[in-house]
Structures are given as C-alpha cells and as structure tokens.
C-alpha cells in the first residue's frame, strides 16, 4: 500500500465556486491538480452568502480535500438577518468546518453598521451553538471587530481573522482570544511593509496561509485572477519575512489550520 505524501500546505481561505475557470485547463478539478502540483494539499471554500452556499457546497462534495465554511459576508446581505436556526442547521453538516465569513466591513458597507453588527453577533452565536470556529473579516472596523468578539463569547469558539490587513494591536487582541491570524497575497505588495512587520509578530503556532481566490493575487502572479496553487507563493515569501525556512512555515500554518478546523 502506498503512503501518501504528507500534506505541505493548505489553503485557509478561497472561494472555489468563483475561480476564473475560463483561464483554468480543467475546471475545478484542473485547479485542484495545480494547486497539488505545488504542494497544496487541503483547502477552505468559504461561503459568502445562503443563496449561493447550496451550488457551492454541491460544486466541492466530490473533493473530500476540500472543507467548506457556510455564513453571509457582512457587505453580501440586503438588510434582512438570515435565520439563526437556518445557520445552525447547515452549520451542523460534518463537511463544514467554519462559520462565516463574517465580520464588519466599514470600508464598503459604513451605511449599514448597525445591520453589519447584528449579522455578526448572529454568526458568533451560531457558531457558538454549533461549536465550530469563526472566519472573521474586518476592514476599517477594528475597535467594533474587538468588541463584538468579546461581547459575544467568540473566544470560546475561536477563529481565523483572515486576510488580514491591521495593525498589530488588533493582531495582539484577536489573539489573546484565541484566533489566528492568516496572510494573503497582500502581504508580498510592495506597499505592505506595516503589514509585513505584524508578519514578523504573530507566533508560528498561530499564523495560517491563504490566497482569498480569485481575488488578491500575490506577487509574481499580481493582476492575475487568483488560484489556490499561488498560496505557495504566500508561504515561501512569509518564510523569507519571518527568517524561517519555507519547511517549518508550512509545516506550522498546515499543522495550524488542521489544529483549528480539525480534519
């Protein structure tokens, strides 16, 4: 019997239902066989919205590398909250492994803050009840991201605060609640050097990978729609960062992300 090869990397975060398959030989078995060439193993297909989730979770069922997440983006509602019930029973399916994401977004969606809260303290609840770890998004919403998780009980269920983009005080608070702080291709941007320096920061035994494709491609591959194979390129530049050896980086955002999502 052949051992399988052990996995190097995983992907923490994309959204494989949204992939630019026109530009990809295959389809999304052809992404997956890309992504496995470059020592991706695993991968998150996280939810964005209800509507969309069943086709999702349909597109990956014959993928048992892939987990999936199920909640609704905090720029995606339309101003009704989804059912809590609703979001606890599909939360409940084994393949799902998170909820959300969710999170605050004040940079698209300022208009809507107090719909973006509730939301958000839906989704801690659900996770709550159904005991599984959150995928957090925040953009220009530090202070409230904090708060709500507090306010909420987050920490008993912990998270990832992903692609994330903040200083290293929120970094600091989210991970005195337990979460994880996971890098995208923002952080190989030229512009990025603050976030390079939280990089540096953040303990090995709480930093994920991810690439958030198709979207945020990370450098060589900037302007180009994103895909899961390009989180190598993530890893081996956080590597470089951290003074760590792309081995030891893999080793522990993989042993990171299955230490969180289980297997």
Not at 17 to 30: P, T, V, Y
Not at 172 to 192: D, H, K, M, P, W
Request: charged share 25%; with cysteine; proline share 5%.
């Amino acid at each position: 019997m052949t051992t399988p090869a052990p996995i190097m990397l995983v992907d923490s975060h994309c959204h494989l239902d949204r992939l630019a398959f026109d530009q990809i030989e295959g389809g999304l078995a052809g992404a997956l066989e890309q992504a496995r060439e470059m020592g991706v193993g695993h991968f998150l297909c996280v939810a964005i919205n209800l509507e969309t989730y069943p086709a999702m979770r349909a597109l990956v069922e014959p993928y048992p590398e892939v987990s999936v997440s199920v909640g609704v983006h905090p720029t995606d509602g339309h101003g009704d909250l989804p059912d809590l019930d609703l979001l606890v029973q599909l939360g409940q399916d084994a393949r799902v492994v998170a909820i959300g994401e969710t999170g605050l977004d004040y940079y698209y969606g300022a208009e809507q803050r107090d719909y973006q809260q509730a939301l958000f303290r839906l989704h801690v609840q659900a996770a709550r009840a159904v005991g599984k770890p959150l995928i957090v998004h925040t953009r220009d919403a530090r202070a409230d991201t904090i708060a709500i998780l507090r306010e909420e009980g987050a920490g008993t269920v912990g998270g990832v605060m992903h692609c994330f983009t903040e200083d290293w005080d929120t970094a600091r608070q989210a991970l005195e609640l337990g979460f994880y702080i996971s890098f995208s291709g923002i952080v190989t941007f030229r512009n990025a050097e603050a976030l390079r320096e939280v990089a540096r920061q953040v303990p090995a035994d709480r930093i994920l990978v991810e690439t958030d494709s198709p979207y945020l491609a990370p450098v060589p591959k900037r302007g180009r729609s994103n895909q899961p194979a390009y989180v190598r390129y993530v890893a081996e530049f956080l590597a470089e960062v951290r003074g760590e050896s792309f081995a030891d980086l893999a080793r522990n955002t993989s042993e990171n992300y299955f230490r969180l999502f289980g297997r």
